[in-house]
């Protein structure tokens, strides 16, 4: 087990430094000049010339990526160059929202897809599982940008249920109010992983129930509820814990697109918006924790993955 962990560490460890020069290098390809949103109408070329020297924008891409690390390694983000914010002070704010929505839409997925799929898989082909696999074929083909805009038609135009864009309320200053923010984007992040956690499970579970083991549990006279949440349960779900992982890199994007466009201050709508002023710096601050993020949660999958199925780490 230690020796896997440790691969999998160094892979890691990897990993980010490749991603860190990717997101660095990447970003200075955008279009535009980070000194004209500065210094708007007064963009001289000598004033040009001092700021960029300011910033360090005149030194080789190697140099500046060589120093931008060094101070990521001391836990300076940098300085916004548009708002004169610490990147850190903005992505302080605007994580905690993500993780928010993230969080609260997998609780619905997974409220939603287990118990689903257990219904389904334990009477397959009937008109319960026929139903729900037809609905979910009509999810998949939804992506957020599509569902986001007709949902709040739906629930916050037509019917009031929901509040509409630009209507987050922080945790901090009321509870309820922020739940109330937060269901819609968060429903339209879920739905997608709904399909994807349902068609895995409710394929494994049927294919489990078709084992020999499954086959001599119920010639002991078990129930099929005991049966399916005791003995076909557990090893059906490796695929779903691997979707889960896996999930969490189109789920960040997701979110991205879902802030944008209900205007919540998200890391993604500080993202489209450091996009639109060309503020380098926090465009690869950004980009660079939530590859982290997504490298480490998909560690710590793998070490579920060890955990539910010991040969993993064996092999």
């Not at 499970?201 to 119920?218: G, K, S, V, W, Y």
């Not at 890199?249 to 205007?263: H, N, P, R, S």
Request: some cysteine; charged content about 10%.
């Amino acid at each position: 087990m230690a020796k896997y962990l440790g691969k999998r560490f160094v892979a890691l460890v990897a990993i980010v430094f490749l991603v860190s020069v990717g997101a660095f290098y990447l970003v200075h390809l955008l279009p535009g000049d980070p000194t004209v949103a500065i210094l708007g109408p007064n963009d001289t070329a000598h004033n040009k010339a001092i700021l960029m020297a300011q910033l360090g924008l005149n030194k080789p891409l190697y140099e500046q990526y060589f120093i931008w690390a060094g101070h990521i390694f001391e836990g300076n983000f940098g300085q916004s160059y548009v708002t004169h914010q610490t990147v850190l002070s903005t992505m302080a704010t605007a994580v905690p929202i993500d993780i928010e929505l993230i969080v609260i839409s997998q609780i619905i997925a997974f409220a939603i897809a287990i118990p689903l799929a257990l219904l389904a898989a334990r009477r397959p082909n009937k008109r319960l599982d026929r139903y729900s696999t037809t609905a979910t074929f009509a999810g998949l083909a939804l992506p957020p940008f599509i569902l986001a805009p007709l949902l709040v038609l739906i629930f916050c135009v037509h019917w009031h249920i929901f509040p509409g864009p630009a209507s987050y309320v922080p945790i901090s200053q009321s509870l309820s109010a922020n739940l109330n923010s937060m269901i819609l984007p968060s429903i339209i992040l879920a739905i997608g992983s709904i399909v994807v956690y349902f068609r895995l499970l409710r394929n494994d579970l049927i294919a489990t129930l078709q084992e020999d083991f499954i086959t001599m549990a119920r010639s002991k006279g078990m129930t099929d509820r005991r049966i399916l949440l005791k003995h076909a349960f557990r090893p059906s779900s490796v695929s779903l814990l691997a979707s889960a992982g896996i999930n969490i890199g189109a789920l960040i994007a997701g979110t991205f697109v879902v802030e944008y466009l209900l205007q919540i201050p998200g890391l993604g709508y500080e993202l489209v918006t450091a996009i639109n002023q060309t503020d380098y710096i926090v465009v690869q601050s950004i980009v660079l924790v939530v590859a982290i993020a997504v490298v480490i949660i998909n560690f710590i999958v793998d070490f579920l993955f060890s955990v539910v199925d010991p040969r993993i780490a064996r092999e």
